[in-house]
């Protein structure tokens, strides 16, 4: 589709909503899990580190499908990836809502997983696809709205849900949206490239899987083995060892899963780092402040689910806003912005983290959901720009498969480090979720510096490097 043909209609917004609903769906059953967390726990007889697990295995798989939606783009239409995608979302979600028991509960998670996988670059292909280039800014930030409204409903419709109906409610509670979402995306899903006979390589991305894994595995055993443990450093090693491989596999071929070159792009790599730490930061508070206000202060699942519930609304409305924002001013601004309002909300919950209070956590959180709101879709869109049209889907393909693994990891080591606390007093779980969640509320204050550091890299290099970027990549 050329310049000149690209409109916003009612089928683009229709189609972009139907995808979303899907990616939303996700996210929300994600954030209402980590509510039920301590109910899980007392139903199944479980413990932090294997009901964490509900969302660290969701985000692998997320992970693990993502990087094939670029193959995935070239060789089949929009709409059968929509169906087959949303097919596989309901019946994740039917087995999840009927299971008895714990493993099936998993399972039914892991399929949700794989639909979400298809559906959520496949909304951004659309929009990266069909949306005039002077709107690119403000329809990506109604993309984010969509996702981003999640984390704003699902911890405390969750909360209110098992407070009142049970865990299993969640799932039933989707079936409706899922359904309106099937009748929009059969209705205006349009194909607008052609599809190609391109071949998978199936060898690249099984090398691409084991690493992922790996490092998801090594993050959730440190819990309990301790992160020096042999299995660990092992499993870490792995991990590496797999990526590299793929890395090099993947720079020799002509037809690559994911086209690599992306990161000679010095902004786009920036920006994804980001992204990545965003994302990182975001996943660990939404485990951290739930459990916390729970299993320190004692909240009810509902009022600790409502913790998060002001600053996720008012981030999700400013998304659309920050992205008009950067088509009219530029990408630096909203994005700067956005990181120090991230960073102050993390060193106010490393300075308070032994202290906290209900009026607290809403106040500091409304900071971070703020500067998540003007950083994230800002930063896809700038580092998405700096790429060639034929390299967007290999740059979406790389931002959601790390995105969703930088989630994970997040969620695995928060959790690793409040359980290591947990075992080091196990005659105190409110003192040790206490001090494990301050050694976490430190280290998300760390990275959120580190994330500034990358956003200010990417205006650096971005002048010199956008002509480079257009050319080879």
């Known amino acids: 589709m050329s310049e000149t043909e690209k409109k916003i209609?009612?089928?683009?917004?229709?189609?972009?909503i139907a995808a979303g609903i899907m990616s939303f769906s996700g996210v929300v059953v994600e954030t209402a899990m980590n509510v039920t967390f301590p109910t899980l726990m007392e139903e199944f007889g479980i413990g932090t580190s294997t009901v964490q697990w509900i969302t660290t295995g969701y985000l692998l798989v997320l992970a693990s499908i993502i990087p094939a939606s670029s193959y995935l783009k070239k060789r089949f239409t929009t709409k059968s990836l929509f169906v087959t995608a949303i097919c596989l979302f309901i019946i994740g979600t039917v087995m999840a809502a009927c299971t008895p028991v714990f493993s099936l509960l998993l399972a039914?998670?892991?399929?949700?997983?794989?639909?979400?996988?298809?559906?959520?670059?496949?909304?951004?292909?659309?929009?990266?696809?069909?949306?005039?280039?002077?709107?690119?800014?403000?329809?990506?930030?109604?993309?984010?709205?969509?996702?981003?409204?999640?984390?704003?409903?699902?911890?405390?419709v969750g909360g209110m849900i098992v407070s009142n109906f049970g865990w299993r409610m969640i799932?039933?509670?989707?079936i409706p949206l899922l359904v309106l979402s099937f009748l929009f995306g059969i209705f205006s899903i349009r194909q607008v490239t052609q599809t190609q006979k391109v071949s998978f390589q199936a060898v690249d991305y099984l090398f691409l899987i084991i690493g992922f894994a790996c490092f998801i595995f090594a993050t959730s055993t440190a819990s309990e083995a301790?992160?020096?443990?042999?299995?660990?450093?092992?499993l870490f090693l792995a991990g590496i060892l797999a990526i590299v491989i793929f890395?090099?596999?993947?720079?020799?071929?002509d037809l690559p899963l994911i086209d690599l070159r992306v990161f000679h792009c010095l902004p786009f790599t920036f920006s994804v780092?980001?992204?990545?730490?965003?994302?990182?930061?975001?996943?660990?508070?939404?485990?951290?402040?739930?459990?916390?206000?729970?299993?320190?202060?004692?909240?009810?699942?509902?009022?600790?689910?409502?913790l998060l519930l002001p600053g996720c609304l008012a981030g999700a409305v400013l998304s659309p806003v920050s992205g008009r924002i950067l088509d009219r001013f530029g990408a630096k601004k909203p994005i700067l912005l956005g990181n120090l309002c991230i960073i102050?909300?993390?060193?106010?919950?490393?300075?308070?983290?032994?202290?906290l209070t209900t009026v607290l956590f809403v106040v500091f959180y409304l900071f971070f959901a703020f500067g998540q709101g003007f950083s994230v879709g800002n930063s896809m869109t700038n580092g998405l720009s700096h790429l060639s049209a034929k390299r967007n889907a290999d740059g979406n393909a790389v931002i959601n498969t790390l995105q969703q693994l930088a989630g994970a990891i997040g969620t695995s080591v928060v959790s690793s480090i409040v359980a290591s606390a947990q075992a080091a007093m196990p005659g105190d779980m409110a003192q040790a979720t206490r001090w494990g969640s301050s050694y976490a509320f430190y280290l998300l204050a760390v990275l959120a510096v580190a994330m500034i550091c990358c956003s200010l890299g990417a205006f650096a290099t971005a002048a010199r490097k956008k002509e480079i970027c257009h050319t080879t990549v």
């Not at 089928?11 to 972009?16: G, M, Q, R, Y």
């Not at 690119?136 to 981003?148: D, F, P, R, V, Y």
């Open 273 to 306: 780092l980001v992204l990545i730490l965003i994302q990182f930061i975001c996943l660990g508070l939404g485990f951290l402040i739930p459990n916390y206000a729970q299993l320190v202060s004692g909240q009810e699942a509902f009022l600790a689910g409502c």
């Open 9 to 16: 209609d009612l089928k683009l917004i229709l189609s972009i």
């Open 247 to 253: 890395y090099r596999r993947s720079m020799k071929s």
């Open 171 to 174: 799932f039933a509670a989707l």
């Open 108 to 156: 039914g998670r892991l399929i949700q997983g794989v639909g979400t996988g298809i559906a959520l670059p496949l909304m951004f292909n659309i929009v990266l696809e069909q949306v005039p280039e002077e709107k690119l800014g403000l329809m990506m930030g109604i993309a984010s709205l969509i996702t981003a409204m999640a984390p704003a409903v699902g911890p405390s």
């Open 344 to 355: 102050v909300s993390l060193g106010c919950f490393s300075i308070f983290a032994g202290k």
């Open 226 to 234: 301790g992160w020096t443990s042999i299995p660990v450093l092992l």
